[in-house]
DNA sequence: GGACTTCTTCGATGACCATCGTACGAGATC
DNA sequence: GATCTCGTACGATGGTCATCGAAGAAGTCC
């Protein structure tokens, strides 16, 4: 099958009123994992870690991605040996309405002004 | 006199261009420097690091202070003893358009939804 | 000049964090 | 079931960080 495991293991999601700005603000705070969400908000897709191709080992990037769903900015989801990682954009939204894209935009202004442009922009 | 010593000592600031939106992001993920960009926010003026009630000893709020300074987010002067402190939002509003409003506006809204209200919302 | 206020600097400390490597667990494929 | 892929867990390590207390420097006021 192609939906089999979903079920098997369920990962700790911080309900939406749960969700704190400062640790949003820490999530998005490391050069690592703002690339990873600016990632995930380019292809607005739900894509497996092993698709970011990050400059650490899996160990680290485990770590980082843990950091993101326990702050409430990403949620992930299993789908057979994969793990989905989403943007919980709606969640964000709410609680902290036009912050996610503010920081988007700071984000790619920022990248563009350094010229590190070439990676999220246009979509690889 | 009364504008005698702002000449004397002068701090480090980044320039504009030198400001990262990660270390601005980590700068705010703190929260006695959020309140402390809070209440400078909301009072719209500059104040001295020892209006601020802040529940740490005055080494930390030195510490805290210059970790906003050094990250782009205040500018500090000294006016005689005191060391006033005003938001760089110029700055940051030209490198990051409407992230701090963003960002302001989330912790006012998180304040209000637990109950952390009568701080810097109504101004005291 | 002496006392007072305001902030700084230094050293220490305990916590947290980003990183790695190795070993392991859970699904998928054959 | 063997094997492969994808991600987890654990232990270690070096770095940064928030915090404090005590001593000091810069300015103001009498």
Do not use: W
């Not at 998005?28 to 969400?37: A, F, G, T, Y």
């Not at 843990?66 to 702050?71: F, K």
Request: charged residues 25%; contains cysteine; hydrophobic residues 40%.
């Amino acid at each position: 099958m192609t939906e089999t495991a979903a079920t098997g293991r369920a990962l700790p999601h911080p309900d939406r009123e749960h969700i704190r700005l400062e640790s949003v603000l820490h999530a998005l705070s490391d050069p690592l994992r703002l690339q990873i969400v600016r990632e995930l908000a380019a292809r607005e897709a739900e894509l497996t870690c092993s698709q970011f191709d990050l400059p650490v080992t899996k160990s680290t990037s485990t770590h980082h991605f843990r950091v993101l769903r326990e702050s409430g900015v990403v949620r992930q989801v299993y789908r057979g040996t994969a793990k989905m990682n989403g943007l919980r954009r709606d969640d964000l939204e709410s609680l902290f309405p036009g912050l996610l894209d503010s920081v988007l935009a700071a984000a790619d202004r920022q990248a563009a002004r350094l010229g590190d442009a070439a990676r999220v922009p246009a979509g690889g």
